[in-house]
């Protein structure tokens, strides 16, 4: 496995690491643009020596600017299941009335908080990540002041959210991924967090599969993915929606709310409350 690492500008995240996932050759594994104390850098993954200068240029063009090579650097890194061996060192994660837990933490949770089980994997969603917080305190806050009777959680990962709603509101939950794995991922923790009476996990891509639009409308619906993603959606998950449907929307960085906010204002929607965690934004918007 090797890394290559490129430094770039808070602003460039979003289009540097589209670049380089969208690129037909070198094969990237995976890419994430990081913060480290306010300097920004892409990482990508591959399973073969990836050439620098190639995937420099990729990403040099998307930008608009030419990137230093001296800046862009290759590491060979040992074969291991990263994600799975730093999640399993995690500890709980309160976020308001939930905490996000592993099995070995049982004990650690509070009679007067709704504890979730998710165990170390490789579906997005420990608890750990700022939107995921993001979303749980939305969340919280949220069924302080109305109970829905629909619920629907696209992007779901680890099943975290739509197991956080059931868990709270006892209300019907459906939860999609275009992954497969995660929908495998999300059934078992459902199971594991006895929260199968209310929630389905089912595969789907965006919003438009007939197991999502049967089921509308939707009173409340929460997407934890990416800004592009969600602008694209706006259209779908209003038509989704009713007069009242509250939207947590996360997977933003704090600079993209603006972006995500005009979309849905748009199309119906007004902001309620912004949540920012660890350099990440979570949006509540109502449905005018």
């Known amino acids: 496995m090797f890394v290559l690492r490129i430094p770039i500008a808070a602003a460039e995240a979003d289009a540097a690491t589209d670049a380089i996932v ?3 050759w070198p094969d990237t594994s995976s890419a994430a643009a990081i913060d480290i104390g ?19 240029e990729i990403v ?9 090579a001296a800046d862009v650097s290759v590491e060979q890194i040992a074969e291991r299941n990263w994600v799975l061996t730093s999640l399993e060192s995690l500890p709980p ?5 939930f905490v996000v837990h592993g099995h070995h933490d049982r ?3 509070h009679p007067n908080q709704i504890g979730i089980e998710i165990e170390a994997g490789l579906a997005f969603g420990t608890g750990h990540h700022g939107t995921t917080k993001g979303c749980l305190l939305a969340i919280g806050d949220c069924l302080k002041r109305f109970t829905p009777v629909n619920a629907l959680d696209i992007g779901t990962g680890t099943g975290v959210l739509a197991i956080a709603l059931a868990r709270a509101a006892h ?8 992954d497969p794995d995660a929908v495998a991922v999300s059934l078992e923790n459902v199971r594991a967090n006895a929260a199968a009476a ?6 789907a ?24 993603p969600l602008v694209a959606m706006s259209t779908g998950i209003a038509r989704l929606s009713l007069p009242g449907t509250v939207l947590v929307l996360s997977g933003l960085l704090t600079w993209q709310g603006r972006q995500v906010i005009a979309a849905f204002r748009s199309r119906g929607f007004v902001l309620v409350r912004r949540y920012a965690v660890d350099g990440w934004l979570t949006l509540v918007l109502e449905k005018a």
Request: hydrophobic residues 50%.
């Open 38 to 56: 306010g300097a920004w850098r892409l990482e990508a993954y591959y399973t073969e020596e990836p050439d620098a200068a190639v995937v420099s």
């Open 60 to 68: 040099a063009r998307r930008l608009g600017r030419a990137i230093d």
């Open 198 to 203: 209310d929630v389905r996990v089912i595969r």
């Open 171 to 178: 209300v019907p939950v459906l939860a999609t991924d275009i």
């Open 205 to 228: 891509d965006g919003v438009r599969a007939a197991k999502i639009t049967d089921a509308a409308p939707y009173d409340m619906i929460v997407a934890n993915i990416l800004a592009n």
């Open 22 to 24: 969208s690129a037909i």
């Open 107 to 109: 004990a650690r949770v």
């Open 93 to 97: 994660v309160a976020a308001g009335r």
